[in-house]
């Protein structure tokens, strides 16, 4: 019934504030200092229009995109998100098996709370992404094993040398290792559903939540302080450790976090199939532009055949088409399907992608176009 309301993607952020605590959803929702990214994502997309082609037969209308040599329904996937299980009872598995079952991408994140090989198992097309533990042996051994899982495709995010500053984090009380405090039980007692549905189902079912798939063994539980050694001393990585691990891993690679040209050019070089443009939906470096900035230029730069993907901020089928039209293969996008999630599980993502789905379609036939791949600069103008 609640889905009945759900009308774009962002309605669902409302919806999703009501049901899930606050340090959860803002931990979801925030972003780093003083949202100046995050706001610049949603700013970019006024700054373009579209030039529209009428009368084009547009009857036969398809948005299928093919990448890395597989085929997918809609030119959006699900980005990474750490600990979408707290959002709703087996978040990452429930994201993953809703965009199997529409045929878009999705991918894994690291700092996820269900053992990696259960979420290959059960939604065989998803893609890992991983953050790369301190020193090589360490990496090996990881990549080993989200291959062995049977991953295909790997994404490594590279935007996080250190943690970044999100003080809206401490102000609403949510902080990894998770301290249980008056304020989580208060919140608690005015949300019992997810108290009961989420929080008390996990524990009883799986036990405490730990980080599983941050390295090549189970991580430490999402309570125990041991969590930031494990996440810290990362800010001597280097490009030689994408290159090593091009060599150690055969399936399509992507770099996510690229925010320069230079660097898009430098990933490329490194090995990698693709790059994923990103602020890290304004979380990471605050005053960092939001992507579609850089976009046009890495396009020019890399050439329409080299796979740029992109994200932060995309909220409507008029969105990604402004990316596409930049030259962008993929778009993903991050909170609305989480919130998607803590508000209806597997329904609520369904309807999600079906929302921006049909924004898509209705898009493409008012721009003249039949197909994803027709949509170019010549549909798209600064204003
Ligand atoms: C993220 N993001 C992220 N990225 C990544 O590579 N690994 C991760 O574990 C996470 N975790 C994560 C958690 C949450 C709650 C959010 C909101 C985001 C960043 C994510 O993949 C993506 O870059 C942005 O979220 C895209 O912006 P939008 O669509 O959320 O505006």
């Given at each position: 019934a609640v889905l009945r309301r759900?009308?774009?993607?962002?309605?669902?952020e409302e919806a999703a504030r009501r049901r899930l605590p606050r340090p959860i959803f803002g931990y979801i929702a925030g972003a780093a200092e003083d949202n100046v990214s995050l706001r610049d994502n949603r700013k970019v997309f006024d700054e373009y229009g579209f030039t529209t082609r009428v009368?084009?037969?547009?009857?036969?209308?398809s948005q299928a995109v093919e990448l890395f040599g597989e085929r997918y329904s809609s030119p959006f996937g699900i980005a990474p998100m750490g600990i979408n299980a707290l959002s709703t009872y087996r978040g990452d598995l429930v994201l993953a098996r809703a965009a199997q079952r529409a045929g878009i991408a999705s991918v894994l994140s690291a700092?996820?709370?269900?053992?990696l090989e259960e979420v290959a198992r059960e939604s065989p097309g998803t893609w890992f992404q991983a953050y790369l533990p301190g020193d090589q042996a360490r990496i090996d051994a990881l990549i080993d094993r989200v291959a062995h899982a049977g991953f295909r495709t790997l994404v490594v995010t590279v935007d996080i040398p250190i943690s970044a500053n999100r003080e809206n984090n401490i102000r609403t009380g949510f902080s990894t290792p998770l301290k249980p405090s008056l304020r989580l039980a208060w919140d608690g007692m005015v949300r019992p559903r997810w108290v009961a549905g989420t929080l008390l189902r996990t524990l009883l079912h799986h036990g405490m939540p730990h980080?599983?798939?941050?390295?090549?063994t189970r991580g430490a539980p999402?309570?125990?302080?041991?969590v930031l050694r494990d996440f810290?001393?990362?800010?001597?990585?280097?490009w030689r450790h994408i290159e090593a691990i091009r060599r150690r891993w055969k399936g399509p690679l992507v770099v996510k976090g690229i925010l320069s040209v230079e660097d898009a050019l430098k990933a490329r070089h490194a090995g990698a199939d693709g790059v994923v443009l990103s602020n890290h939906g304004g979380r990471q470096?605050?005053?960092?532009?939001?992507?579609m900035r850089i976009l046009e230029a890495v396009v020019a730069a890399l050439g329409p055949c080299y796979p740029v993907l992109i994200d932060g901020g995309f909220r409507r089928g008029s969105d990604v088409l402004k990316a596409l039209a930049l030259g962008a293969r993929m778009v993903l996008v991050g909170r609305p399907f989480n919130y998607a999630a803590a508000v209806a599980g597997e329904a609520g993502v369904l309807h999600a992608i079906a929302l921006l789905r049909d924004e898509i379609d209705r898009n493409l036939a008012m721009l003249g176009a039949?197909?994803?791949?027709?949509?170019?600069?010549?549909?798209i103008v600064r204003r």
């Open positions: 759900m009308l774009s993607l962002g309605d669902f009368l084009c037969d547009v009857s036969q209308r700092t996820s709370l269900i053992p980080f599983e798939n941050s390295f090549a999402i309570v125990s302080s041991s810290s001393a990362r800010d001597h990585l280097s470096l605050d005053g960092a532009v939001s992507a039949k197909r994803c791949q027709e949509i170019g600069p010549q549909h």
